[in-house]
């Protein structure tokens, strides 16, 4: 599991679930980790109480402060909410805390399997994948819902979703598709598509036609040229359909996005 997990810690959107022992012993980070504004006794008491029997997974994401080597930062992400900002706390972890791993893609698989899913819109983008050849994978707020069961998603929350671009598929076929049945239905469906295993591009950028996007990673952001990412050796799958969807290049200039979150909801 060490090595698995050293490798594990580097893939953005992943889920952690930690060992028993661990999350005791995590606990004055994880409080430690909350925002100024939710540093209360009462906020602290429901995230501890959450944290210890709820067995909230964290998310694996870009380090924002010091990680000795082999060590990792997670993201946590509560139920619970302060004047309508979502509780969350980070901190970070050695690969032996970890007792296993979650894909975005392993959980698009449990949601399915959920009755009701854990969001309304999740069914009808996933059958569009289908029809696409699309491997799709759940995030945000809708991919803790699915693996916890708790009341993470509002009737106004998005569907956050990854796309696995060495799977193949019509990705620009599901990108309208999809922008259209949101629009359609009133949600917004926030999508960002996968390289590599190591890279991050929203979905509507790679289909904007640039010639330069921009890629988030475990360690910041970097401009790719789309051509690159064409060239570049994949890992696994068909990749003529991806190939043949990409967007042509023209001169337009990257996309500038603030970081903000480094995780996502």
């Not at 606990?27 to 906020?43: N, S």
């Not at 296993?100 to 999740?122: D, G, K």
């Not at 999508?191 to 475990?218: D, W």
Request: charged share 25%; net charge neutral; proline share 7%.
């Amino acid at each position: 599991m060490d090595q698995e997990a050293l490798t594990m810690l580097d893939r953005r959107h992943t889920l952690a679930r930690l060992k028993p022992h661990a999350r005791n012993a995590l606990v004055p980070a994880l409080l430690d980790g909350l925002p100024h504004t939710m540093q209360d006794i009462e906020t602290k008491a429901l995230v501890l109480r959450t944290f210890l029997t709820e067995g909230v997974p964290g998310i694996v994401c870009r380090p924002t402060r010091a990680c000795g080597e082999g060590q990792g930062q997670l993201g946590f992400s509560f139920p619970l909410r302060r004047n309508e900002e979502r509780v969350r706390s980070s901190l970070i972890v050695e690969p032996d805390q970890i007792a296993s791993f979650i894909s975005p893609y392993e959980v698009m698989e449990r949601a399915l399997r959920r009755f009701p899913p854990p969001h309304a819109a999740l069914r009808l983008v996933a059958g569009i994948a289908t029809r696409f050849d699309i491997r799709l994978g759940l995030i945000g707020s809708a991919a803790l819902a699915a693996v916890t069961g708790l009341p993470y998603v509002r009737p106004q929350s998005d569907l956050d979703l990854l796309v696995d671009a060495d799977h193949g598929g019509d990705v620009q076929a599901f990108h309208r598709t999809v922008q259209g049945v949101g629009q359609a239905i009133g949600v917004k469906i926030d999508t960002e598509i996968e390289f590599f295993g190591s890279r991050g591009v929203k979905l509507a950028e790679f289909c904007s036609g640039r010639e330069t996007i921009l890629a988030k990673t475990i360690t910041g952001v970097e401009l790719i040229d789309i051509v690159d990412l064409q060239n570049r050796p994949k890992g696994r799958g068909p990749h003529g359909a991806l190939r043949a969807a990409l967007p042509g290049a023209n001169s337009t200039p990257p996309a500038t996005e603030t970081i903000q979150n480094q995780w996502s909801e």
